[in-house]
């Protein structure tokens, strides 16, 4: 009797990001909100999993919720100017034993080993210190913020260093100063300075938000930073959204590849945006994670693997490695976080004006979101470039696509003379022609 175990299948599916992760440098941010009454149980147990994945961390901790819910119980109020307070000596002193209180947390979920337990047999070594140096941020606006800080520097060679021996780093929203005193920083400032100062390969905020969505409602899978800028400007000053993507932003044009925005009520949030293609939150990044561009050598194996489902059905022609490898300046492909989704070809003939688009296909998993039109506006912008006068195509089974985005039944007889002598008459193909105005 055979079993089917969905996770086998995603398992599966996951081992092209397994070792793609490998060794790269993350640094993560976990808002407050996360640890409040031992919510970040799972988070914890997805980070040592990430470890013995090979994949070197930075973790950085926020304290807000901790620190505010403290101070309320206490009765005091604290002087707040956009979104920061003002950290004088009592507020100073309750934070540096709220952020001692977490790390000593985390150190101690880390070290959770019991059997029964998913840390079980993990050998994994917590390890802070005085690893970012800060300055005050000094008298604003007539405010004097005390001992409220900003991140100077990230001591990058002893972080690296930590991570070469296989620690994972934990950095509190603390900095230290060359006086000798600790200021209380911003854990989104602290997780921006030292994704940059690393040169990580990612940055992950989990916070509160579900990721950045339309003004329908929809989920905004990638954005550029100066895409998601307006958004950052319209944020309340000192709100979640505001300090995330202000670190996002700034992190991405620094050269930190990719930046992840994520919810951390979403228990599944985390490993679904690093092992499936599509994630779970938005992505800011400079690099586009899909991308129309010409088609080239190196694609004709995903080209293979997207056209073989089609080919089986017989909605397209075979076409060999050696013929795709022959035509491969005739293609446009859709690539997505380095596999080939769609793709468009467009044919030319000596003596025409007019250009055969062929072998328009979209991966079954993408289909529905306008990417076969994106394919198709890019072939005419190129057909017009040349000076073609006319598009045909030849189709079995889509010609309702075709006459619905402008092409017209045509004729054999008005096709190219070696295309018209190339026609499979068994095939019996439909022939559709749209004039290029």
């Known amino acids: 009797m055979n079993t089917h ?15 793609t992760h490998r060794g790269r440098t993350f640094v993560i941010l976990i808002e407050g909100d996360a640890m409040i009454d031992e919510r970040g149980e799972q988070l914890i147990q997805d980070l040592a ?26 009765d005091i109020a604290p002087q707040r100017y956009e979104g920061r307070w003002v950290a004088d000596q009592v507020i100073m002193a309750c934070v540096e034993r709220v952020a001692a209180q977490q790390r000593l947390w985390l150190e101690a979920r880390f070290s ?24 005050p941020l000094g008298v604003r606006r007539g405010i004097d913020f005390d001992r409220s800080g900003e991140v100077r520097r990230v001591r990058k ?34 997780a921006q300075h030292a994704a940059i100062a690393l040169k990580a390969d990612k940055l992950i905020l989990l916070g509160d938000a579900d990721g950045l969505h339309d003004a329908s409602g929809r989920l905004q ?4 930073p100066d895409e998601a800028e307006p958004l950052r400007a319209a944020a309340a000053p000192g709100s979640e959204l505001a300090r995330h993507l202000s670190a996002a932003c700034e992190a991405a044009r620094h050269g930190v590849g990719r930046t992840h925005l994520l919810p951390w009520h979403n228990h599944d949030a985390l490993l ?25 050598l190196r694609d004709i194996a995903g080209l293979l693997e997207l056209l073989r489902p089609l080919q089986e059905h017989d909605v397209l022609i075979e076409r060999s490695r050696e013929r795709l490898e022959q035509e491969i300046d005739d293609y446009l492909v859709i690539e997505r976080d ?6 468009a070809a467009l044919h030319l003939f000596p003596d025409t004006a007019m250009g055969e688009l062929a072998c328009v296909a979209v991966h079954a998993d993408y289909r529905g979101s306008a990417r076969a039109e994106l394919l198709l506006a890019e072939v005419e912008r190129r057909a017009r470039r040349r000076g073609l006068e006319a598009l045909f195509a030849l189709t079995t089974h889509t010609a309702h696509w075709f006459i619905e985005h402008g092409f017209v039944h045509s004729r054999i007889e008005l096709l190219p003379a070696l295309r018209r ?15 290029m105005n």
Request: charged share 20%; net charge negative; aromatic share 8%.
């Open 157 to 190: 060679s002893a972080i690296g260093a930590l991570l070469e021996r296989e620690a994972l780093v934990v950095l509190p929203p603390l900095g230290f100063s060359s006086t000798g005193e600790v200021f209380d920083l911003d854990a989104s400032e602290v």
């Open 112 to 135: 959770l080993g019991l059997p029964n337990t998913p840390l079980h047999g993990v050998e994994l070594v917590a390890v802070s210190g005085n690893l970012v140096m800060a300055k």
């Open 221 to 224: 899978r990638q954005l550029s």
């Open 338 to 343: 380095g596999m080939i989704i769609g793709c």
């Open 421 to 435: 002598d190339a026609y499979n008459h068994a095939r019996k193909s439909k022939i559709l022609l749209k004039q």
């Open 272 to 296: 679904g945006e690093l092992f499936t293609r599509d994630g779970v939150g938005t992505m800011i990044t400079q690099h586009r994670y899909e991308q129309l561009r010409p088609a080239e």
């Open 5 to 19: 175990f969905p996770f086998v299948e995603w398992f599966r599916n996951s081992s092209p990001y397994i070792n």
């Open 49 to 74: 999993l990430l470890h013995t994945l090979g994949v070197r961390l930075v973790l950085v901790y926020g304290i807000r919720p901790q620190v505010s819910q403290v101070l309320e119980e206490s």
